[in-house]
Nanobody
C-alpha cells in the first residue's frame, strides 16, 4: 500500500512557476511509476506527466511539453513536477498517482493522493 500527499499548489500569475511535490509513504514506492493527472472544473481528468520507477523514462502531454518537468528522488520517496510558463488553462486540481495500470500516459492508476489546487490568473 502507498499513501501519497501532494503539496506546492497555489495561485500564480500567467508566466509564473510552481513546483509540486508528491511525498509517498511505503517502502515499495520506489518500484512504481508515478504520474501527475489534473482535473479542471467541469472537465474530465487529464494526463499531465509521468515518470518510470527509475526515473529513466518520462512522459508528457503535448499541452505541457517544454514547460513542465517531472523528476523523482527515491531516497526521499518524492516526485516533483516543475511547472514553468504557466497559463490560465493549466488551472486545475493536480493529483499525484502511483502504479499505473497499463500505459503511463493515462489516468488509470492504482494509488492516488488528495490533490492540490493550482490556479493561474491572467
Amino acid at each position: 500500500q502507498v499513501q501519497l500527499v501532494e503539496s506546492g499548489g497555489g495561485l500564480v500569475q500567467a508566466g509564473g512557476s510552481l513546483r509540486l511535490s508528491c511525498a509517498a509513504s511505503g517502502r515499495t514506492f520506489s518500484i512504481y511509476g508515478v504520474g501527475w493527472i489534473r482535473q479542471a472544473p467541469g472537465k474530465e481528468r487529464e494526463f499531465v506527466s509521468a515518470i518510470s520507477w527509475s526515473g529513466g523514462s518520462t512522459y508528457y502531454a503535448d499541452s505541457v511539453k517544454g514547460r513542465f518537468t517531472i523528476s523523482r528522488d527515491n531516497a526521499k520517496n518524492t516526485v516533483y513536477l516543475q511547472m514553468n510558463s504557466l497559463k490560465p488553462e493549466d488551472t486545475a486540481v493536480y493529483y499525484c498517482a502511483a502504479n499505473p495500470v497499463g500505459s503511463y500516459s493515462s489516468t488509470n492508476y492504482n494509488y492516488w493522493g488528495q490533490g492540490t489546487q493550482v490556479t493561474v490568473s491572467s
